[in-house]
């Protein structure tokens, strides 16, 4: 499936910035405003869109995805595939961007939607989850409330043990009968870990992301996972995936992570190959980001796709939520 497409391309690629409603917190970062790559190809009669949002804690930021794309546009303009574009560049927004928009560009081609290029079933809407921002507990209780009640809940811990303790039973007391998992954003370390467990045990957490910083998954060899660890920062491509078995439960996918669609359907079916769950997740992009998501999201047990919701303003046509539900129209992308 690596798309032969039409030679004779030409490559645009744009910075597109997209303020937050409001600061954004996690474990050491504070975000008011996503800076994405946009990248379109056209061969004249068909234009393929894809955004690259980057990788914010490898230095995978707007120029250093400029600079990757650059690098390959003459390869890219005389024809390149999707198979080629891996070795090419390596996993990374850059990377992301360009697949999506030889994805796209090959399905107005062919006149065939990417998911059927794909070998994937037709699309259905999907349950994602809400996120909430790191805050004070009575802050953070009163946004739970405020989300959609159908919504799944995703909590921003920041790696204070008093405070995230604070924040897990102020949510859980807001939502009893929601769905709730935490995000440590690698804001913990073995020790403090051993204690913050017992706290999300009492709170009925469903699941706990990444609880270590990466290059630390060996502490986690014995240690009793008393509900599923999710890997994100430890699984940022394809390559990673068979080294979480053992200390993870769920691998989180991220195309700005693993560098695009066809990187994150192979680590999906690789995932269910090693017995892990998967999940889909986002580095806060548009609909333009979402939509092949998306589609990584129909081979997925947990849906992360709330980007757009942190924006100022979204793209039009856009994916849209309700019910507890992400819809994507097929005019948004592929």
Not at 110 to 126: I, N, S
Not at 174 to 179: E, F, G, K, N
Not at 204 to 221: F, N, S
Request: glycine letters at 10%; hydrophobic letters at 45%; proline letters at 5%.
């Amino acid at each position: 499936m690596a798309g032969q497409i039409r030679r004779g391309l030409t490559l645009d690629l744009r910075v597109e910035r997209f303020a937050y409603h409001q600061p954004f917190r996690i474990s050491g970062h504070v975000f008011t405003e996503t800076a994405l790559l946009v990248a379109t190809l056209s061969d004249g009669e068909h234009r393929g869109r894809g955004e690259g949002a980057g990788v914010y804690y490898l230095g995978d930021d707007i120029a250093h995805m400029v600079a990757e794309a650059e690098q390959v546009r003459g390869a890219i303009e005389h024809g390149a595939t999707r198979k080629e574009l891996q070795s090419l560049l390596p996993p990374g927004g850059a990377r992301n961007a360009l697949d999506c928009a030889l994805w796209d560009l090959e399905a107005k081609q062919q006149g065939r939607p990417v998911w059927e290029l794909a070998g994937l079933e037709t699309p259905r809407p999907l349950r994602s989850t809400l996120t909430l921002g790191a805050d004070s507990a009575d802050n953070m209780a009163k946004a739970a409330l405020a989300i959609d009640p159908e919504a799944p809940v995703k909590v921003k811990l920041t790696g204070d043990l008093e405070e995230d303790a604070a924040r897990v039973a102020a949510i859980r007391a807001a939502r009893p009968d929601a769905w709730i998992g935490v995000d440590a954003n690698q804001g913990y370390d073995i020790a403090t870990l051993a204690r913050l467990l017992p706290v999300l045990i009492e709170a009925k957490i469903a699941q706990l992301e990444q609880p270590l910083k990466r290059g630390r998954e060996a502490d986690l060899d014995g240690v009793a996972r008393p509900l599923p660890f999710v890997a994100d920062e430890s699984a940022l491509s394809l390559c990673d995936t068979a080294s979480l078995v053992g200390r993870f439960d769920v691998v989180n996918i991220k195309l700005d992570k693993c560098g695009g669609l066809t990187e994150g359907l192979a680590i999906a079916r690789q995932a269910r190959a090693l017995g892990l769950d998967v999940m889909v997740g986002n580095m806060v992009g548009t609909s333009l980001s979402m939509a092949p998501s998306y589609l990584v999201g129909q081979l997925c047990d947990i849906v992360d796709l709330d980007g757009p919701t942190f924006l100022a303003r979204d793209r039009d046509p856009g994916v849209f939520y309700r019910s507890g539900m992400i819809h994507c129209p097929p005019e948004v992308w592929g």
